[in-house]
């Protein structure tokens, strides 16, 4: 069975410091995964989106790698600002149908 | 450009009802996605079209649920005889292409009484 993992469900940090949220995959053949934010009521906003060649992909203070042997793909947050605080969503594309999977997210509060 | 539009942005609906709800896509986009998110969830994956047909629609829970995209624009999403269950935030989201990156909309919070 295909399932995505994130983990912590919440984390709680103060403003400056660098973070790490987690995602694991228990089906490793995946066409590509996307990470997103989501704000409280708002809709999914793409912050990465990375092939199944590639290992990382980088934008501004975010990087998000991927490494399909142990099933596991990260998203880095550098110098974190209280602006950062959502809920980060990653989403795993299937080769076999297309199929598409998110995680349970991660609700990141930064606090000035 | 615009964005991916959905509307309503909110409806309330009585046990029994039929509902239609409308995603408007970035034109352009050839795919087109219908997900269902609940509270503290991630979206659920419902129904994915790649131009008019509905390329994979293995998410949709049961048969009181059904989706058109006639034109491979705008799509609707319907839901029959609605249950207290349905109530929820229904996203849509298009992309240049199938597994390309998806943009989404604001979503349309569905609640039945």
């Known amino acids: ?112 | 450009g615009a964005g991916v539009s959905q509307t309503p942005s909110n409806k309330v609906t009585e046990k029994g009802k039929y509902v239609e709800l409308r995603c408007d896509p970035i034109s352009g986009h050839t795919a087109l996605y219908w997900y269902r998110q609940s509270l503290g969830q991630g979206p659920e994956f419902l129904i994915y079209f790649q131009g008019t047909g509905a390329a994979d629609d293995s998410g949709l829970p049961n048969d009181r649920f059904f989706a058109v995209r006639p034109e491979g624009s705008v799509s609707t999403l319907k839901i029959q005889r609605t249950e207290r269950g349905d109530s929820a935030v229904y996203l849509c989201a298009s992309s240049f292409g199938p597994n390309n990156e998806q943009f989404f909309g604001p979503g349309t919070r569905l609640t039945v009484l």
């Open chain 1, 1 to 112: 069975k295909q399932e995505v993992t994130q983990i912590p469900a919440a984390l709680s940090v103060p403003e400056g410091e660098n973070l790490v949220l987690n995602c694991s995959f228990t089906d490793s053949a995946i066409y590509n995964l996307q990470w997103f934010r989501q704000d409280p009521g708002k809709g999914l906003t793409s912050l990465l989106l990375i092939q199944s060649s590639q290992r990382e992909q980088t934008s501004g203070r975010l990087n998000a790698s991927l490494d399909k042997s142990s099933g596991r793909s990260t998203l880095y947050i550098a110098a974190s600002q209280p602006g950062d605080s959502a809920t980060y969503l990653c989403q795993m594309i299937y080769n076999q149908g297309g199929k598409l999977i998110f995680g349970q997210g991660t609700e990141l509060s930064v606090k000035p």
